[in-house]
T-cell receptor, first 112, second 112 residues
């Protein structure tokens, strides 16, 4: 079945450093979504990418969807302590409508 | 307020004692789904429902049942819980499949 691998599993940064998490799918995706989960909280939607090669920005966050629609990345510029949490990607393949596969998540710690 | 409501928030039970975790959304969403979250494994989809009376297996359906008799409710049933079902469970909904998900606050289940 479809697998979505996300790396790294953990990332510790000093406040002000940049951060990137990567997702790779074993199959071509119809779209990919990104979520953030604060410690003790529930996942909250950040963005959805649909088009091949798509790049979207939200303030300090930049999201990319690969040309082959099999990989994606989230980059945070100049991290802040409010960025702490777990970041998940979630992909749906074109052949499994409704079946969403999440990556394992990247736990981000930001040291002030 | 638009929300997904899960109950209970915490549940401790014993092996074999049937239990139900309720999930309700007030956004008239067609799509609902259940996930379990375990350390290092991310969120894994248990079951999903595209609409009333339509349910499908996710990646880890064994040991679980669901029903979708009404649009707003999507209960998760464990007929004979086992310790390996100890986990954090999330219900989520979206207007349609492949749209952004709204998550409930989660249910921490411990099976002794």
């Amino acid at each position: 079945g479809q697998q979505v691998m996300q790396i790294p599993q953990y990332q510790h940064v000093q406040e002000g450093e940049d951060f990137t998490t990567y997702c790779n799918s074993s199959t071509t995706l119809s779209n990919i979504q990104w979520y953030k989960q604060r410690p003790g909280g529930h996942p909250v939607f950040l963005i959805q990418l649909v088009k091949s090669g798509e790049v979207k920005k939200q303030k300090r966050l930049t999201f990319q969807f690969g040309e082959a629609k099999k990989n994606s990345s989230l980059h945070i510029t100049a991290t802040q302590t409010t960025d702490v949490g777990t970041y998940f990607c979630a992909g749906e393949s074109g052949t499994s409508y409704g079946k969403l596969t999440f990556g394992q998540g990247t736990i981000l710690t930001v040291h002030p | 307020e638009a929300q997904v409501t899960q109950n209970p928030r915490y549940l401790i039970t014993v092996t074999g004692k049937k239990l139900t975790v309720t999930c309700s959304q007030n956004m008239n969403h067609e799509y609902m789904s259940w996930y379990r979250q375990d350390p290092g494994l991310g969120l894994r989809q248990i079951y999903y429902s595209m609409n009333v009376e339509v349910t499908d297996k996710g990646d880890v359906p064994e040991g679980y049942k669901v029903s979708r008799k009404e649009k707003r409710n999507f209960p998760l049933i464990l007929e004979s819980p086992s310790p390996n079902q100890t986990s954090l469970y999330f219900c989520a909904s979206s207007g349609q499949a492949n749209e952004k998900l709204f998550f409930g606050s989660g249910t921490q289940l411990s099976v002794l």
